[in-house]
């Protein structure tokens, strides 16, 4: 294969096996459960206590779900996750409890929860005595908790939960053990990009910001491109490739202006286009056969249409054999006078009369002698073809298709749309033009592979009245002292899936050096894992706080204070209790009604 031309992965995923009966638990207490609940990709495991408490989560599977159509009537139930295997030809039945990074659809996101306890080999009767760690998303809504908390505890009867942010628990994975950190987290994910700023080790919630663009719409948004680009691929350009080309091929620019003045030299973009080689199939190529050969082909396609019309002949003739029997039956009824059947056969028959009948059992007569004629023309042709099928006999007459065989002749259509060739000029040879059908089937991905990620840092690429991660990191720095800002800017933190590009952290630095003071100071620093930091972190935060009490909410909290009750911690959102305005009973407001009408009845007699 030529430089820079790429084959599509098209990765299948492969169903996740049943694992065995998980641990149940270390000393007196069970070992947790940590679950990444991410828009884009579920992550579970257990929290092993120990020196090796594992390498990665057990599981990792897509957040979407697909119903059967059969689910109710013995087919395949709803498939989830890695059952589903490639997602493109499922892509109009996929479903996902997300509304941008929020979940919304407690029926869906049960069925991903079902699909980690069974996977994960919960063994628990009835329940999951397990505690269990959730990621939520930031700020997240009191009815998404609500409603979480409620599935689990009234579901599952789980023991008690931990609700934390994901890129929070990222952080926490790669800051020092008991330290106070504090930093400014970038988080970029499938849906959302967040800028959070933490103080002393804390989130402070009122002043965090998102921007509605994740790796989702920069997917969206290259497929357009290429779509637009090479309109004779469409249905080949597909999401998922899209999603590819953008985890291995694409890149952030330091500079996008300067790097759109590179693309134009065409040296740097053959040194640097990315050619994503569609598949194909050589048969497509032109047809080698010689003269004779296509005359053959034609003869052999004419004497098999011969021979299909002569089984739908014979098969007619059969129907027609088996009506004509019935009617006859039909008919002898009359002639023996059985007039009660003969009426009821009538008008089984549809018939008024037995004139109707007669003429009836004529015209099916005359139909059933046709097709016997027709039947033995066609084996006498087909005999003939077979001593011999050359045209030149003069003692033959030549094979010619029936108006029956004109009738299906669009069933070999391609055969028959060739020209007949010239036999006089054997010696004039025809020159096929050379077409590369591999090359027609390349997708150049040149600027596309700097475009697609740029909308993160300008959303007016795409049509977005928002301000980037540069505009909103500023906004956000603004809002705090200068000393706290210079604390913030010491630890500038990248994580999440949509962080991954190379050269994200140059073009962080670039942006940070651009809008800081002369001569100050920061620090750029990526997680060791963008993706799976945040399992990570919640799974040390569990082994770290397995027996804090003050860090769970444990199903007597939810009895008592509500679904959406939380406990605060190092990697928690803030709690914010609802409070509603107390109202006045029905009663009370009669009372003063009356208390009112009265006063003014008495006030009136006074005047008078």
């Not at 599977?61 to 996750?81: E, M, S, Y």
């Not at 997300?98 to 079902?114: A, C, G, T």
């Amino acid at each position: 294969m030529e430089a820079n031309v790429f084959r599509f992965r098209d990765a299948r995923s492969a169903p996740d096996p049943v694992l065995e009966a998980g641990p149940v638990a270390f000393g007196s207490q069970p070992v947790p459960l940590v679950l990444d609940n991410g828009s884009f990709q579920a992550r579970a495991g257990w929290a092993c206590p120990g020196p090796d408490p594992g390498p990665e989560p057990r599981l990792q599977f897509r957040a979407v779900c697909a119903r059967g159509r059969g689910g109710a009537r013995g087919g395949p139930g709803p498939q989830v996750g890695n059952a589903l295997g490639s997602l493109e030809p499922l892509r109009w039945m996929l479903r996902s409890p997300f509304d941008r990074n929020v979940p919304v659809n407690l029926e869906l996101q049960e069925l991903l929860l079902d699909y980690s306890f069974q996977h994960l080999g919960v063994s628990s009767q009835g329940c999951v005595d397990h505690p269990i760690v959730l990621t939520e998303a930031v700020c997240n809504p009191l009815y998404s908790r609500q409603m979480m908390s409620e599935l689990l505890f009234e579901c599952y009867r789980i023991p008690k939960v931990a609700y934390g942010i994901d890129s929070l628990f990222s952080f926490y994975h790669n800051v020092p053990k008991n330290a106070l950190s504090s930093g400014l987290i970038i988080s970029s994910g499938y849906q959302c990009t967040h800028i959070l700023p933490v103080l002393e080790g804390r989130l402070d919630a009122k002043n965090c910001k998102r921007i509605n663009l994740g790796g989702s719409q920069a997917a969206g948004y290259l497929q357009r491109l290429l779509q637009l680009k090479y309109p004779g691929h469409l249905a080949a350009i597909t999401l998922s490739r899209m999603e590819e080309i953008l985890q291995e091929h694409s890149y952030i620019a330091e500079d996008y202006g300067a790097e759109l003045q590179k693309w134009q030299c065409p040296d740097y973009y053959e040194n640097n286009v990315h050619k994503m080689q569609l598949p194909f199939s050589s048969k497509l190529l032109g047809s080698t056969l010689t003269a004779e050969e296509k005359q053959e082909r034609r003869q052999q396609q004419l004497r098999r249409l011969q021979e299909l019309n002569a089984r739908r002949r014979e098969e007619k003739l059969q129907l027609d054999q088996e009506r004509l029997e019935r009617l006859l039956y039909v008919q002898e009824l009359l002639e023996e006078g059985q007039m009660d059947q003969f009426h009821k056969a009538l008008i089984e028959l549809n018939m008024d009369s037995p004139e109707e009948l007669q003429s009836y059992i004529q015209k099916l007569t005359l139909a059933v002698e046709q097709a016997k004629q027709k039947i033995l023309q066609a084996e006498a042709s087909l005999e003939v073809d077979v001593v011999d099928s050359k045209p030149e006999t003069p003692d033959l007459e030549p094979l010619e298709p029936t108006m029956e065989d004109v009738e299906n002749i669009s069933d070999f259509e391609p055969l028959f749309s060739e020209e007949t060739p010239e036999v006089e000029k054997p010696q004039v040879t025809t020159v096929q033009p050379v077409f590369n059908l591999a090359a027609y089937h390349q997708l150049s991905v040149g600027t596309e592979r700097i475009r697609a990620p740029e909308i993160i840092f300008q959303p007016s690429l795409i049509g977005e009245e928002q301000a980037g991660i540069a505009e909103t990191l500023h906004f956000v720095l603004d809002r705090y002292p200068k000393a706290i800002q210079d604390t913030l800017v010491q630890n500038v933190f990248l994580t999440g899936g949509n962080v991954m590009y190379p050269g994200m952290k140059a073009r962080v630095e670039k942006e940070l050096l651009e809008m800081r003071p002369f001569q100050s100071s920061f620090q750029v620093q990526l997680a060791s894992n963008p993706v799976l930091d945040a399992w990570y972190g919640a799974r040390d935060w569990a082994l770290d706080h397995l027996e804090d009490s003050g860090a769970w909410v444990t199903r007597k909290d939810y009895e008592e204070k509500g679904g959406e009750y939380l406990k605060e911690h190092c990697a928690s959102n803030t709690y914010v209790p609802i409070r509603l305005p107390k109202q006045a009973s029905r009663a009370s407001e009669t009372q003063t009604s009356g208390r009112g009408s009265s006063a003014s009845g008495s006030g009136a007699g006074d005047q008078a």
